[in-house]
């Protein structure tokens, strides 16, 4: 089985140099038909001090901002879509199978990738039949691929987080 979606690869510099996440979030979004600015959502996401499962440490507009987690960006991403899914902890099989019903992207934190101890790519798609997962980066600015296995490794550095609608 091979699926894949049209999401616009948005590159999250020069404005959000900290801001992968909700760049990521952004291609989600208007992948689904919701117009939104990477800029207008770092503005309207939540920030907190310490916890990234509450809002964004730092500024992502700065090369000093942290991370998000998925459970702080659903209440905004449900304000724009009336709904949002935090499939933290689902299995890749579970994941592959989602984007494959909902025909949604999905945002995954992975670790240790493009130079990030976090960092957010959204998905695009996968080939079943060649083990391949298919994304978007907005760091390089290129939509890509891994293995799964490849893709397993460093989704697994981050708990399986992962983000849709």
Known sequence: MKTTLEVPLIAQRPELPTGCEITAVTMMLNSAGFHTDKVDLAHRMPYDKKDRDKGFIGDPFTD????IYPHALVSLVTEITG???????????????????TRHAIVVWVGEFDGFHTHA???????DDNQIIYFNDCWTDKADHLSYADFETIWARHD??????
Not at 121 to 127: A, P, R
Not at 160 to 165: G, K
């Open 83 to 101: 709904s949002a899914t935090d499939l933290t902890g689902a299995t890749l099989p579970e994941l592959l199978a989602y984007l494959a019903d």
């Open 64 to 67: 000093d901002g942290d991370s």
């Open 160 to 165: 399986h987080r992962a983000l849709s609608l």
């Open 121 to 127: 790519l959204t998905i695009t798609g996968f080939d």
